[in-house]
């Protein structure tokens, strides 16, 4: 159990910072353990928060951002060995990463092992990049230059970002992701459906994000309209048409490789979008992401009450294993709550500079 998990490993981090409190920093005593007549002494060399009891010290740890401690830790030498401690951020990993709303390939896949290789482990350095609000104050800030050039590369036409989008979380939701993004001018404006063809396939939708990056997105259903929708009611299985089966490998998982489609359309993106349905998800689809995207992929969790966690979902479909970089976002699909944090992922990924 998650809970007891992370109670367990609470005790764990009390001991650990009292023993480090104890070996390194011996003079910082409790304010309880003070002589009467050397109390006054103490509170004037020392700071209040230094002479609290060390339960109470991660306590008042526990409620602070991960950028509110690294400027705790910035106040003394003591404070900086404290927040530095690898098993006080390893409970906030455990903690926290269940509630992040995106988690992408910067954070390390690496399997609880050994007591040994947790402590040498940079938990610290390991939140700071996972956490998305931490991965937000790193976004580069937009360089007065970048002003002009920007207006004189407006002048001149580029391609456009190009991702095939597709999973079972829109076929299987009751609300229709696509449907609600040709209907979402305030959140994606559609400029409109492009001539050319992809393979014959079809060229997608054009949407435009912060009104001046223009992306497409080609759609790839696992059938025909019909048959979708008989599925859906009756809440039956579907032959999926975009990937063939071959058998199963020696662990006796399902081995299926993309339609020769599909193979075409891996040759001319950018990037996938895979929708999951974040209320169902099961083992059967973590065979949909393959690593054939040429750049980047994206796993889009649309969900509507409960949710399955972003680091949940990504290990379901092996992402840590992909060679690309990869972001799972979670998204509300009646509201659209999330979608932009993925598409300026994407972007980014594309080489889009975005400010």
Not at 78 to 88: G, H, K, T
Request: charged share 20%; hydrophobic share 35%.
């Amino acid at each position: 159990d998650m809970a007891e998990k992370i109670q367990q490993l609470e005790s764990l981090v009390i001991r650990s910072l009292r023993r480090f409190r104890d070996r390194y920093f011996p003079d910082k005593v409790v304010e309880a353990d003070l002589a009467v007549g050397d109390s006054g002494k103490e509170e004037q060399q020392y700071g209040f928060l230094d002479t609290l009891p060390v339960d109470v010290q991660f306590l008042i740890m526990t409620f602070l951002s991960p950028a509110d401690l690294c400027h705790l830790g910035a106040t003394s030498r003591y404070w900086r060995a404290m927040v530095r401690d690898p098993l006080l951020w390893r409970y906030f990993l455990l903690r926290d990463m269940p509630h992040w709303p995106s988690i992408d390939h910067s954070l390390d896949d690496r399997e609880e092992g050994n007591e040994g290789i947790k402590l040498k482990f940079d938990y610290m350095s390991e939140y700071l990049k996972g956490c998305p609000f931490s991965r937000q104050q790193w976004l580069p800030t937009r360089p007065a230059y970048e002003v002009v050039t920007s207006f004189f590369q407006s002048l001149v036409p580029s391609s456009e970002p190009r991702y095939a989008m597709f999973g079972p979380g829109m076929e299987q939701l009751d609300v229709s992701l696509v449907t609600r993004l040709m209907h979402a001018p305030d959140i994606l404006p559609v400029s409109g459906t492009p001539h050319r063809q992809i393979n014959g396939i079809g060229s997608g939708i054009s949407y435009m994000f912060n009104n001046q990056h223009k992306f497409n997105i080609l759609t790839l259903y696992s059938t025909n309209r019909a048959e979708r929708e008989r599925a859906r009611v009756q809440q039956e299985s579907i032959s999926n048409k975009l990937f063939t089966f071959e058998g199963n490998d020696d662990s006796g998982d399902p081995v299926c490789v993309p339609a020769p489609q599909v193979q075409q359309v891996c040759q001319v993106v950018d990037g996938f979008i895979y929708v999951a349905n974040a209320d169902t998800m099961t083992h059967h689809t973590q065979w949909f992401l393959t690593d054939q995207c040429r750049t980047s992929a994206v796993g889009s969790c649309t969900r509507s009450m409960c949710r399955t966690p972003c680091v949940d979902m990504a290990k379901r479909l092996g992402l840590p294993h992909l060679p690309n970089p990869w972001m799972v976002q979670d998204t509300v699909a009646e509201s659209l709550s999330g979608l932009l944090d993925g598409i300026s992922w994407l972007l980014r990924c594309s080489g889009v500079k975005l400010y």
